[in-house]
């Protein structure tokens, strides 16, 4: 018997069938507009240039570097195949013990040796997608909600909703503020969700932020702390840009406010979310890290890392190269470096043709501020300059309604997955459209200004001519038989 296609979903589960992923974002669909023509500086000039990905692909002659001058940390090679069939064999999900040390120490190096991580206390994930998902399961029952300060991250409404059921609820930050995150917003935010009926389990957040490339100060992050105490609430620290921060010394971890000062709050509420994609650029490793003060979270949390873990050929290989501290602390210098270089100068290449954006220095981009562009401050305006930045200037940027940015017109642009040429090509187009942008504009207002001019004249004529009808008609004044008898 023959079934329709169209007949296929009732014979599978509503996760499987609903669109939870949210792929049909505008922020996976400049993915897929890339995906369909991607830039190549000979084979395909004029294709699409992907700025909406957030790689770090800065520093990779470091990474090849150290794995041709150790080659034993791979299982694969002559120098490294005697630990294969142990390293095969392996498969405890609490982790390689020389993995989990290896990771607290980076994560302590990241944040400038101020402080210090328990390897105990690492429990591994797929990914920050599996660390995130899996926190969500531990705290949260399907219909309740974690707030979430704007504009955040788009994969935050798969990672966070799609399997748990958990619910997001904005806090809503504005471009005012340069997007600060404020007491009053928090409070707003959870007392709606509880005129709602929705009860709040936690706050997410990011540190630095994406999309913004700003970190919190120690000050908010204390007002944070405090908030999540006094309601009794989750905090969770996406900080898997840690670092990223140009000036390392000024970021501030959530775990240095609780080492600074202990009696904040109950610990057990708080939990941090790590990974490798971003600091070192391993996004295909799947390196995830859920790191809880919370022991029942860690226990728990490591049970589910069973539905995702990390090889342990490439826990071996991380935690050889992790664990040289020389190593570790010249990449961190370098990536820094490298980053706030190619930061600046995109930044300041755009300066010069009138764009601006959001001061900022963490992250793999940067917040552009194109609201002078739309013809009208709405997200339909938007939406219509995206598609003309996607189709006339092919590039892929996000706009900003797709990190449920409360204010149309701001776009995130990533500027670390690929090298200088392909950054000045991505330059050049911007300013090209802008340099014809401004043209248009000048024809315009001169078309306006001619066009009123004739109007002006014609009507100077239509008067004069009328005037002189007046003059010329019998009913005129000058036409009287009195005035004809004086003359």
Not at 49 to 56: P, W
Not at 453 to 458: G, K, S, T
């Amino acid at each position: 018997m023959e079934v329709g296609l169209n007949n296929t979903h009732k014979f599978l589960s509503k996760i499987a069938t609903n669109d939870g992923h949210g792929e049909n974002s505008p922020y996976f669909d400049g993915w897929k507009a890339y995906d369909t023509n991607p830039y190549h500086p000979l084979t395909n000039p004029s294709g699409v240039i992907q700025m909406g990905l957030a790689e770090n692909q800065l520093c990779f002659d470091l990474i090849h570097e150290w794995l041709m001058n150790h080659p034993e940390a791979s299982i694969c090679t002559p120098q490294g195949g005697f630990d294969f069939k142990e390293i095969a064999l392996f498969q405890d999900y609490h982790g390689l013990p020389e993995f989990r040390a290896a990771i607290a120490n980076f994560m302590s190096r990241v944040r400038g040796s101020r402080v210090k991580f328990d390897p105990d206390r690492i429990v591994m994930s797929g990914g920050a997608t599996g660390a995130h998902e899996t926190v969500a399961f531990c705290l949260a029952n399907r219909g309740e909600a974690f707030l979430v300060p704007t504009p955040y991250y788009p994969g935050f409404d798969r990672d966070l909703k799609w399997r748990t059921g958990v619910e997001l609820i904005p806090v809503v930050c504005e471009s005012s503020n340069n997007f600060k995150v404020t007491l009053e917003a928090l409070e707003d935010a959870y007392d709606k969700a509880k005129e709602s009926n929705i009860k709040v389990k936690g706050l997410l957040i990011t540190n630095p932020s994406n999309p913004l490339g700003t970190f919190f100060d120690k000050e908010t992050l204390k007002t944070l702390v405090g908030f999540i105490n006094e309601k009794n609430i989750h905090l969770v620290c996406d900080e898997i840009y840690a670092g990223t921060v140009t000036n390392g010394n000024k970021f501030v971890s959530i775990a240095e406010i609780l080492e600074e000062v202990p009696t904040i709050c109950d610990h057990n509420l708080i939990h941090i979310v790590y990974s490798l994609s971003k600091d070192m650029g391993f996004p295909g490793f799947r390196v995830g890290i859920i790191y809880s003060y919370n022991d029942t979270v860690v226990s728990i949390s490591r049970k589910m890392s069973s539905f995702g873990l990390v090889s342990t050929q490439t826990q071996h290989m991380i935690a050889s190269m992790l664990s040289q501290n020389d190593f570790v602390d010249n990449f961190i210098h370098e990536s820094r470096t490298r980053l706030a270089h190619r930061h600046d100068m995109i930044t300041r290449e755009l300066a010069e043709v009138g764009i601006g954006s959001l001061e900022s220095n963490a992250g793999l981009f940067f917040w552009m501020d194109l609201r002078r562009f739309l013809k009208e401050p709405t997200f339909e305006a938007e939406m219509t300059f995206w598609r003309i930045i996607i189709n006339e200037i092919k590039l892929n940027v996000s706009p900003g309604s797709s990190f449920h940015c409360n204010e149309p017109g701001w776009f995130r642009v990533c500027f670390a997955n690929m090298d200088d040429a392909t950054v000045m090509v991505a330059i050049e187009r911007i300013k090209s459209f802008v340099h014809e942008t401004r043209m248009l504009e000048i024809k315009t207002k001169a078309l306006a200004k001619t066009k009123k001019q004739c109007w002006q004249n014609n009507l100077t004529l239509k008067l004069s001519s009328r005037r002189l009808e007046e003059i010329m008609s019998p009913h005129s004044p000058l036409n009287s038989p009195m005035l004809r008898a004086q003359n």
